[in-house]
């Protein structure tokens, strides 16, 4: 896979957390910041990506990830660990998996283990 090719970032947004079940010392402000750092990481790096920051409702987040795909080209997609680590959004995750192989044929999959290891998601298969 190339560097230019087009990454859609799907992660749960800050406000649809439960922080009582994530690591002690995170809350909405600071997950927020730790994205923001990561997107701008991402952009220094020269990676061109589309975020789309979902609710926990598996069909909201499917009509929002549908939403981005409209405008097609994606190549990778980035499933965070918000969705994918914690058990009850277990629904959440197989929808959008789902709904990204259907849209998306041959759509590479790739999962961080939090905003800060984004880049490193990506650079795995893009070097691959």
Request: charged share 25%.
């Amino acid at each position: 896979m190339r560097k230019d090719t087009r990454v859609l970032f799907i992660g749960l947004h800050p406000r649809s957390l439960d922080y009582s079940t994530v690591p002690d010392g995170v809350d909405e402000a600071s997950l927020t910041e730790r994205i923001a750092a990561g997107e701008a990481a991402l952009r220094e790096a020269g990676f061109d990506g589309v975020t789309c920051l979902v609710d926990a409702s598996p069909d909201s987040a499917e009509a929002a990830v549908r939403e981005q795909l409209e405008g097609g080209g994606f190549g990778l997609a980035v499933i965070g660990g918000g969705i994918r680590m914690l058990p009850e959004h277990t629904l959440l995750f197989e929808r959008l998996v789902n709904v990204l192989i259907e849209a998306v044929p041959g759509i590479r999959l790739c999962f961080n283990t939090s905003p800060e290891t984004t880049i490193d998601a990506v650079q795995r298969w893009i070097d691959a």
